[in-house]
């Protein structure tokens, strides 16, 4: 599992105070987690468990 220091666009802070990766971020790491993430530009869909792209 790569360890990536976010930087400048890679999240953001919802209103509820928790950090959201942003698709950049996701790109930069390279591969899907998995966990269902917002911006995930992978087409990843947890309820079904397989990608819609």
């Given amino acids: ?3 990536i220091p976010p930087e400048e666009g890679d999240f ?3 209103e509820q105070g928790y950090r ?3 698709e950049q971020y ?7 987690c ?3 993430c917002k ?3 992978y087409g990843y869909d947890k309820k079904t ?3 819609i792209k």
Avoid: A, E
Avoid at 26 to 32: M, V
């Fill in 12 to 14: 953001y802070t919802n």
């Fill in 39 to 41: 911006h995930c530009p």
């Fill in 1 to 3: 599992m790569l360890n």
């Fill in 26 to 32: 996701h790109l930069k790491r390279g591969y899907c």
């Fill in 49 to 51: 468990d397989s990608f």
């Fill in 34 to 36: 998995k966990s269902g």
């Fill in 20 to 22: 959201v990766f942003t």
